[in-house]
């Protein structure tokens, strides 16, 4: 069995894999990971991390499992041009998690993939490359935003139900925060097929992916980071590196 570890920006995500992948559900931190680690780490072969925050996050984690997943190997799995190349500027500030979310679909060469989590990101691959993207608030930062710096603006929770006009505060804030993505989503995706001259399919994840898929024509994906890790740990694994 082998455990996938990410650690994105606001908890930590498992997922083993063992006749497919299966995500460790309530293991949100490495207090609840070391639990599930004593009555599981024996059976664990390899572990994978990914990790979006500092080096001192995999050193972390990497201390807390290292005495529960006995002769396991430990791989930090980190960006890497062999698997997929991208044209960011600076390729090692490209967030580990949107790199993995690409890797599934490198083979296919042409794909948008969009995480609607904390943060809203798009990222477009053309030719077997990543060409670039686009990071915004996620649905839940937009409405935190809205209630924290305008003091009018009261509503108890935003409404995801539709993009249509909102009649009350909340469904304002949901519906146009959705709006405003699905927008942006399909506007990427129109783009892109103009310039390739073929149809371009979107690929989602993130927990407000089910709210945006069906105002759009994309495939969700939820497992698309540990999809991507299961990839880079078989490589690197294949490398004995």
């Excluded at 572990?47 to 995999?58: F, H, K």
């Excluded at 062999?82 to 490209?94: D, M, N, Q, S, V």
């Excluded at 495939?219 to 590196?241: D, H, K, Q, S």
Aim: hydrophobic share 45%; charged share 20%; aromatic share 8%.
């Amino acid at each position: 069995m082998r455990l996938l570890l990410d650690l994105g920006n606001t908890r930590l995500k498992a997922c083993i894999v063992s006749n497919g992948l299966s995500p460790l559900e309530g293991v949100y931190d490495l207090a609840a990971l070391a639990s599930w680690l004593t009555d599981h780490g024996a059976a664990v072969t390899a572990v994978a991390i990914a990790s979006v925050a500092s080096e001192s996050c995999y050193e972390a984690i990497e201390r807390e499992i290292i005495g529960q997943v006995g002769s396991a190997r430990i791989y930090r799995v980190r960006y890497d041009a062999r698997l997929l190349k991208t044209e960011y500027e600076l390729p090692e500030r490209l967030g580990i998690d949107r790199w993995l979310a690409l890797l599934p679909f490198a083979q296919e060469q042409h794909a948008i993939v969009v995480d609607a989590g904390t943060a809203f990101t798009i990222d477009v691959l053309r030719g077997s490359r990543h060409i670039g993207g686009y990071i915004l608030p996620g649905l839940g930062l937009q409405r935190d935003v809205l209630a924290q710096q305008t003091a009018a603006v009261k509503f108890s929770a935003s409404e995801l139900g539709d993009t249509s006009l909102g009649l009350t505060t909340a469904a304002c804030v949901g519906h146009g925060g959705l709006r405003a993505l699905v927008a942006l989503t399909y506007d990427v995706q129109k783009e892109s097929q103009e310039y390739l001259g073929l149809p371009l399919k979107i690929y989602m994840a993130g927990g407000d992916a089910p709210y945006l898929a069906r105002h759009l024509n994309a495939e969700l994906r939820p497992l698309l980071v540990f999809e991507g890790m299961l990839i880079a740990l078989e490589y690197l694994i294949e490398r004995n590196e």
